[in-house]
């Protein structure tokens, strides 16, 4: 009787020990299960700060284009209060020795040199030269021209005055009686004299400058119209 109970308390014994063997590894694989979700959780938490660091990122530069263009609008407007109010012959449409239609007012951004002549005035023909010169030297930086205060002459006279003579950079057009009108309003008689050979400038915002007479040289018609283009 000894004997069978010392088996049966060994089987028990033996019993008792597997079961707390089960319980531990059971609670051993449960725990990195569980160490894996926080890791899991801390992986997303991270990426979910980057991604809101990448948005904050988007909106700081979405805002710094935005002041970029809003400082590009700025000077946008500064450029444009720096125009003046064109006159009304800077209005007038003329018509140029190739049929093209066009306005003083049209060139505004650009230095605008006008020159008044006649084609039977040798001094106009004389100050032409020179202008063409100038013309030539600056090319696409200014505008130049000639316009003639003969309103009854036809464009074609000027076209063929103007080839004659070797004035290929100047614009050549003929005065409208109302445009004639309106000029000598604005500068005076002297202006619709070719003998005196009137001439102004007007700078890059629309501002005409005071009526000039008597000759000058290419050289200070450049100078002239790069200090207008500033």
């Known amino acids: 009787m000894s004997v069978t109970r010392s088996f049966a308390a060994a089987a028990v ?23 894996a979700m926080t890791e899991e959780s801390m992986v997303d938490e991270t990426m979910t700060d980057e991604t809101m660091t990448d948005e904050t990122m988007t909106e700081e530069s979405m805002t710094e284009e935005t002041m970029v263009d809003e400082t590009m609008t700025d000077e946008t407007m500064v450029d444009d209060s720096m125009m003046v109010e064109l006159a009304a012959w ?9 049929g093209a239609t066009f306005t003083l007012g049209d060139f505004v ?16 023909r004389e100050q032409l030269e020179k202008t063409n010169a100038a013309a ?24 063929e005055y103007a080839a004659d003579n070797g004035f290929d950079n100047i614009r050549f057009a003929v005065m409208t009686p109302e445009f004639l009108a309106a000029i000598s ?46």
Do not use: R
């Not at 800077?90 to 190739?98: A, E, G, P, S």
């Not at 915002?205 to 200070?220: R, Y």
């Open 13 to 35: 014994g033996a019993a008792l020990l597997l079961a707390a063997c089960g319980d531990d590894s059971t609670q051993s694989s449960a725990t990195p299960t569980t160490e």
């Open 90 to 98: 800077q209005n007038i449409t003329l018509t140029d020795v190739d």
């Open 109 to 124: 951004g650009t230095p605008v040199f006008v020159e008044h002549f006649a084609t039977w005035c040798p001094k106009c």
């Open 136 to 159: 030539g030297t600056l090319g696409d930086d200014a505008v130049f021209l000639a316009l003639s205060v003969e309103t009854d002459l036809s464009a074609g006279d000027v076209a």
């Open 185 to 230: 309003d604005a500068y005076g008689n002297s202006s619709i004299n070719p003998p005196s050979t009137p001439h102004f400038i007007i700078d890059t915002h629309g501002a005409a400058g005071e009526l000039d007479t008597g000759s000058k040289s290419a050289d200070d018609i450049v100078k002239a119209l790069q200090t207008a283009a500033m």
